[in-house]
């Protein structure tokens, strides 16, 4: 079984910034890749970033330039380190791990205030 959890999360202004980090923990042996997404009410789901194994990263094109996304040394972890913050950037942010299987987080809140 694997654990994700992240922190991070908070209420920021317009232009702000955040770093999210996630933790996975369990029977692990290797992870393939990890990423966030996010949902804001009333939306489905929707990519953010994604970085393999190798640290190859995929950005979705709203948050690209602004955010960035890295591999802790441990592999296990995964951040996001996010910039010059939107309101439209408001949304429960969830972590995920692909080990064969892909596992989630619980998710954490980002709300940014105009």
């Known amino acids: 079984q694997v654990q994700l959890v992240e922190s991070g999360g908070g209420l920021v202004q317009a232009g702000g910034s955040l770093r999210l980090s996630c933790a996975a923990s369990?029977?692990?042996?290797?992870?393939?890749?990890m990423g966030w997404y996010r949902q804001a009410p009333g939306k489905q789901r929707e990519l953010v970033a994604t970085i393999t194994s190798r640290g190859s990263a995929n950005y979705a094109d709203s948050v690209k330039g602004r955010f960035t996304i890295s591999r802790g040394n441990a592999k296990n972890t995964v951040y996001l380190q996010m910039n010059s913050l939107k309101p439209e950037d408001t949304a429960v942010y969830y972590c995920?791990?692909?080990?064969?299987?892909?596992?989630w987080g619980q998710g954490t809140q980002v709300t940014v205030s105009s």
């Open positions: 995920n791990a692909l080990l064969g299987f892909v596992y």
């Open positions: 369990g029977t692990i042996f290797s992870i393939d890749a």
